[in-house]
């Protein structure tokens, strides 16, 4: 069974389309990992055995037909619970939402489970996805399965966990800050952030809506590919979403690296790294040198500035993202007020954790009148310039790479007591969204008490393929990526 | 003191779309509560908002009947607030770059020899939506939310400070009502709340340049509530200013039972309403193609239509502007003309404003439902002009044909025999007859009493069943009778 759990995407597929394995055996498999591995995880919130294989079954039949089979069917799946999954609890890591059972299915979820997928639950992460470490989730921090006294990361920490435990072959997560790179790359996966636009938003509980975007997170980028192949695509439920012909983003997986130019941002290199991660990343770059890669220096001036524009960005819109938990309609209400307003106050008062609203009340205060030209405007020219550094440093290069996280997993407690020091931790990532630019992050190697290392690739717009060729001839060179942490059992 | 009235006004139009501005659910009045309210009306979690392309032609339409700049670019923003009818916690609306801005409005204020002319210019019009209701009655001491509101679109027209009494804002506001609904974009039922007018109010020293404090009245439903509304409450400022009270800025509501205006909330309580663009939508684009494809579309405006009726036809300019009161009335005088002839403009006028509205009003109908077709009106018209019929039996051929008793008024004449006699000889024998057979009453006028004449006459027409021409008639009498 070890196989199995370590399977790649496409192997599984394979297995499961010559009927050696059936999707009921195969997410049994995974169920029973869950039953028995989560207590000391905590990577899911909600599991639904009957569910799952209620579809399992359903995946069977597909598959037994063979009509409407795809690649991903019969293939178990987690969903950060932050997508909304018809008929299951979507809490968005929040006491406010802890009883909310959606009545629809995001498009994300619609489109793998109409790919044939099977969902094995939703996955734990930091309350309303703000936070890098899911120690701001209503339902207890996420453990690192290499350490558990050390964080995943976030805010799709439980999505990275559970990939990292072998608790699930594929997940989803989501991304506005570095929220699918920064886990992915404390717990020693592969994620994918696509281009801004990519993936639908529509039932994706909004955190900062200009930023957020959806993507796969697995063991490997072939995985990811195949994974992203059913996640993007036009959807005319969401304004944002963008119009482009379906791409195989499988294409490129195996075009030779010769003559690929990285170019390697002075910026990321700086001070702001720690030593084991900086051994790791440049053995990283070395090794991309072996496969004919070239490596360029270039610069993103303002990228100093990309952490302060986006604690005004994402607060701001998240102010008003978050208005319409309000005990009104669905979600927490407090039991007991005396008027309108109190009913308002108590219910978000206790229906919210410290770290919302804080954002809450940064957003509010940075779009008050008065104060709203010398923060949100500045903060939307910012943004500007720092898409001109990308565009500037593209002619340069084919794709940009430095480290995920400027650190390893640190201990829970570390930084949460201070929110600066927490807002660092994605000092690398968060400029990519800002940009609406793709964003991976891969396993490349072990740092301080042997825990995992993250590469970043950052592509241009619509770079996905290319990015993914990029790092699946990595993982084709190495096997970072296939390392599992043991003494779980 | 002589004191100046100044007066803006906003007003909310309900446009005529299908569905909702951002959602696919029905915007049709009446349905049971929340049952046209889906997953974006109620603001689920992870719902997004998609622009209704109906609701931009509506603005474009707009904007293009009032003489508007249609910006290349505008851009939706979110009005932040908590209320419980408001299920996103705010409403999407636009701020810094509307839809439409400028343009303006000619009004007649007054009617007849007083009547004046007027332009009221324009600020702007922004696209948004509406939020929920809250029902406080029904429910003890709890409040009811009906969502099939929410997401209605909307088209905020705001007027700059131009009126100077409730009679010109009236006739703004009238003006304004009879375009929107002229151009097709809102049907203008203001029971419903498809047309609802806010009026800022202030006051000044004839004479001074700086506006007065202004407060704002809002939720005018009715003509006669916003003419009352601002009266009072221009009385109401100029008697505090009189008392040496300053005007406190503030949102008042006005109260029909008692006729008097009631402050809602200063300006103290004000919202920060923390605009910004909603990062869920694109800015709004609109090229010129598509302002030329709209404008394509656009049926011929009342005024130019008032000054064709005026110039072409001959009309007066209260007979144009009654026949442009509403585009289905224009149309209606429009195919009774072409059926009738242009040489019986008036007389079609006539009818239509007259007996025509008349009846329809007796009946409650509005003019497309009305069961005399404008060819058959044109048809009675036409007899009378050619001296087949006289007036009085036209009438008579006009109830025929709203009864449905025969297909036009040819065939109502002939089935009922009410061709006009015109015939000399066969009157004059008439007459002969009528004279010999009321010997006293020719006795009678020939003594001095005129009224005995009108009984001849009466007596002749009563014998042919009114169909002899009267003219014909009289003038035989007299001549008879006098010779």
Redesign the interface.
């Given at each position: 069974m070890s196989d199995l759990i370590n399977s790649s995407l496409r192997d599984l597929s394979a297995a499961l389309a010559a009927r050696k394995l059936s999707a009921v055996e195969l997410a049994t498999l995974f169920l029973d990992r869950i039953e028995k591995l989560n207590p000391a995880l905590n990577a899911f919130i909600t599991t639904d055995r009957d569910k799952t294989l209620a579809q399992a079954r359903a995946a069977d039949a597909t598959l037994k037909s063979g009509d409407g089979a795809t690649a991903l069917t019969g293939i178990p799946a987690a969903h950060k619970d932050i997508?909304?999954t018809r008929g299951w609890r979507?809490t968005?890591g929040s006491k406010i939402?802890a009883n909310?059972i959606?009545?629809?299915d995001?498009n994300v979820v619609e489109k793998l489970d109409g790919a044939g997928m099977v969902t094995l639950g939703k996955l734990n992460m930091d309350e309303f996805a703000m936070g890098s470490s899911n120690e701001t989730s209503y339902f207890g921090p996420v453990k690192n399965p290499w350490d558990v006294s050390c964080v995943p990361g976030g805010s799709s920490g439980g999505s990275a966990a559970a990939i990292s435990a072998r608790l699930a072959p594929a997940a989803t997560g989501t991304d506005t800050g570095g929220s699918i790179r920064q886990p992915a790359a404390l717990c020693g996966l592969t994620g994918l952030k696509p281009t801004y636009g990519v993936v639908s938003?529509?039932?994706?509980?909004?955190f900062?809506?200009?930023l957020d975007q959806g993507g796969p997170m697995a063991k490997s980028a072939e995985d990811c590919a195949l994974l992203l192949n059913a996640m993007a695509g036009f959807d005319?439920?969401?304004?944002?979403s963008l119009e482009r012909p379906q791409e195989d983003y499988r294409r490129d997986l195996e075009k030779p690296l010769a003559g690929l130019k990285i170019g390697l941002p002075r910026e990321f290199f700086g001070a702001g790294m720690d030593a084991d991660v900086r051994v790791a990343v440049d053995a990283a770059l070395a090794e991309y040198r072996k496969l004919g890669a070239v490596t360029v220096d270039v610069s993103l001036p303002n990228s100093g500035l990309s952490v302060p524009a986006y604690y005004v960005i994402a607060p701001?819109?998240a102010?008003?993202n978050?208005?319409?938990?309000?005990g009104?309609?669905?979600g927490y209400r407090a039991p007991e007020y005396a008027d309108?307003a109190e009913m308002?106050s108590r219910s978000r008062a206790q229906g919210f954790g410290d770290e919302v609203k804080r954002r809450i009340l940064i957003g509010?205060y940075v779009?008050?009148?008065g104060y709203?030209d010398a923060y949100?405007l500045q903060a939307q020219k910012i943004r500007r310039l720092i898409a001109g550094d990308f565009v500037a440093a593209f002619k340069e290069c084919d794709v940009i790479m430095g480290p995920t996280s400027p650190s390893v997993a640190f201990a829970f407690g570390a930084k949460s007591a201070d929110p600066v020091q927490m807002y660092l931790a994605d000092i690398y990532t968060i400029s990519t969204n800002l940009a609406g630019l793709p964003g991976m992050s891969l396993p490349c190697g072990f740092g301080n008490n042997n825990m995992p290392v993250g590469l970043q690739i950052i592509g241009n717009w619509f770079g996905e393929a290319k990015m993914l060729n990029v790092a699946h001839r990595y993982q084709k060179a190495t096997d970072w990526h296939t390392r599992m942490p043991g003494g779980l059992e | 003191m002589n004191w100046e009235v100044v007066i803006g006004l906003e007003t909310h139009a309900q446009l005529q779309t299908k569905s909702k501005i951002f959602s696919g659910s029905s915007i049709a009045f009446g349905a049971a509560p929340n049952v046209q309210a889906n997953?974006v009306d109620?603001?689920?979690?992870?719902?997004?908002?998609?622009?209704n392309r109906e609701a931009v032609v509506c603005a474009i339409k707009f904007g293009l009947a009032v003489g508007a700049k249609i910006a290349p670019r505008s851009i939706f923003a979110?009005k932040?607030y908590?209320y419980?009818d408001l299920?996103?916690?705010?409403q999407i609306s636009q701020f810094e770059i509307p839809v439409v801005s400028g343009g303006g409005l000619a009004i007649t204020v007054g009617s007849g020899a007083t009547a004046t002319e007027k332009f009221v210019q324009l600020t702007r019009a922004h696209l948004e939506e509406d939020a929920g209701k809250s029902l406080h009655e029904d429910f003890h001491g709890r409040t009811g939310?009906d969502l099939n509101r929410a997401g209605t679109p909307l088209l905020e027209i705001v007027t700059e400070p131009d009126m100077r009494s409730s009679a010109e804002a009236v006739a703004y506001a009238r003006t304004l009502h009879a375009l929107v609904q002229w151009i097709g974009i809102c049907d203008g039922n203001m029971q419903e709340g498809s047309f609802r007018c806010d009026a800022n109010v202030s006051v000044r020293p004839m004479g001074q340049k700086e506006l007065g404090t202004r407060r704002e009245i809002k939720n005018l439903n009715s003509f006669r509530f916003m003419q009352q509304a601002i009266d009072f409450e221009v009385q109401w400022q100029i008697n505090e200013i009189e008392e040496g009270r300053a005007i406190q800025q503030a949102t008042v509501l006005f109260d029909p039972d008692t006729g008097e205006t009631r402050s809602m909330r200063s300006k103290e309580d004000a919202h920060?309403y923390?605009?910004?663009p909603d990062?869920?939508?694109?800015p709004l684009e609109i090229g010129d193609d598509w302002i030329a494809e709209v404008g394509g579309g656009l049926p011929e405006l009342p005024q130019a239509m008032q000054q064709r009726f005026a110039g072409e036809l001959g009309l007066s300019a209260y007979d144009a502007a009654t026949l442009t009161a509403s585009r289905e009335m224009a149309a209606y005088f429009e195919a009774a003309l072409a059926s009738a002839g242009r040489e019986n403009a008036k007389p079609v006028a006539n009818w239509v404003m007259g007996e025509l509205a008349a009846r329809l009003n007796k009946e409650g109908l509005g003019i497309v439902a009305s069961p005399l077709s404008a060819q058959q009106l044109a048809g009675v018209v036409r007899r009378i002009a050619d001296n087949t019929i006289s007036n009085k039996i036209a009438r008579d051929v006009f109830d025929a044909l709203w009864a449905g008793e025969g297909k036009d008024a040819d065939a109502v004449i002939e089935a009922k025999g009410w061709k006009q006699i015109t015939d000399t000889g066969a009157i004059e024998a008439l007459v002969d007859e009528v004279l010999a057979a009321n010997a006293k009453s020719v006795e009678e006028y020939r003594a001095g009493k005129e009224k005995a004449f009108n009984a001849l006459v009466g007596q002749a027409m009563k014998a042919t069943r009114g169909k002899a021409n009267p003219q014909q008639v009289t003038d035989l009498l007299k001549k008879k009778l006098g010779g």
């Open positions: 997508f909304c979507t968005c939402l909310f959606s009545p629809y995001a938003r529509y039932g994706m509980i909004a900062a809506s200009s005319a439920r969401d304004s944002t701001a819109e102010s008003s978050l208005s319409r938990f309000d009104v309609r669905y309108l308002y509010t779009l008050s009148h709203y949100y | 997953a109620i603001a689920l979690p992870g719902v997004l908002p998609v622009l979110r932040n908590f419980p299920p996103k916690g705010y939310i920060d923390r605009y910004f990062p869920d939508l694109l």
